[in-house]
């Protein structure tokens, strides 16, 4: 089970820090990810760490702001999102997987599962 936080409201050019703890072990082993979702719209690829593996990929709108990270020993991922912008409000989930292959980290429907979302509002 997956469980986001930290989502709020925040002016534009401010920061950010979502966090998402995991039950279970073998943390590693599993792909995290975290999308994002505008009503109305399909849900988006943020950011991801593939399975035993730190090297993270992002998503083109927010490369070079925002920063996937994790830490295996409690079982949490984090996202630093840096220099908001309007566009990045949304609802943040984050998603796991322990089957996914690297080609399929950006498809939302890889993922078998999710935790509630958090929402983050940016004001221009």
């Known amino acids: 089970q997956l469980q986001a936080s930290g989502g709020g409201l925040v002016q534009s050019g401010r920061s950010l820090k979502l966090s998402c703890a995991a039950s279970?072990?073998?943390?590693?082993?599993?792909?995290v990810a975290w999308f994002r979702q505008v009503p109305g719209n399909e849900r988006e690829f943020v950011a991801a760490?593939?399975?035993?593996?730190?090297?993270?990929l992002y998503g083109d709108s927010v490369k070079g702001r925002f920063t996937i990270s994790r830490d295996n020993t409690i079982n949490t991922v984090y996202l630093q999102m840096n220099g908001l912008k309007p566009e990045d409000t949304a609802v943040y989930f984050c998603?796991?997987?322990?089957?996914?292959?690297?080609?399929?980290?950006?498809?939302?429907?890889?993922?078998?599962?999710w935790g509630v979302g958090t929402l983050v509002t940016v004001s221009s």
């Open positions: 998603a796991a997987s322990d089957r996914i292959i690297l080609s399929s980290l950006r498809n939302w429907s890889m993922y078998n599962s």
């Open positions: 279970g072990d073998a943390f590693r082993r599993y792909a």
């Open positions: 760490f593939p399975r035993n593996s730190d090297r993270a």
